[in-house]
């Protein structure tokens, strides 16, 4: 596993590579392991997927972002922090916004705290409305590997 601080520039990119527009300030390092993270103070707060960065749940939990949302029952929710695909069955409200291929973040309907990041099979209005078939893949939960770096 390497660790490294990140330049101006390199923040630079990564702020433009973000999937979703949450952005928090501090002192960035990189961890490259398994997963590619960017620590910020430390904390987990970007993974990489496909090229592109996303906030880990440990970000979403610190921030104030209520854009991009999907909301499961609580069924649901042993099964998303078990790493499982966000079915439509489970999902009671989805941001309108949302369109096929943009990144998510999955919330429970009790407290509205984050439990996963992922990207979305379906849009937002369709979530809501369909009863059958997956409409995220969990690509981050709490409590996997990126919520244990560094």
């Known amino acids: 596993m390497r660790r490294y601080h990140l330049s101006k520039k390199k923040i630079k990119e ?27 103070d430390g904390v987990p707060a970007y993974f990489l997927y496909d090229g592109y960065y996303l906030p880990t749940v440990i970000l979403l939990l610190n921030v104030n972002y209520d854009r991009k949302f999907v909301t499961v029952d609580m069924g649901a929710v042993k099964h998303v922090l078990n790493g499982a695909n966000v079915f439509a069955a489970g999902i009671v ?58």
């Open 93 to 150: 409200d989805a941001d309108p916004n949302i369109r096929n291929g943009d990144a998510v973040y999955v919330r429970d309907i009790k407290y509205g705290k984050p439990l996963a990041v992922g990207i979305a099979l379906m849009d937002g209005m369709e979530m809501k409305s369909s009863k059958t078939g997956a409409a995220v893949k969990n690509l981050h939960y709490y409590g996997d590997k990126i919520t244990k770096y560094p």
């Open 14 to 40: 990564i702020k433009k590579a973000l999937l979703m527009d949450v952005w928090v300030d501090g002192t960035y390092e990189v961890v490259e392991g398994e997963v590619v993270v960017v620590l910020v």
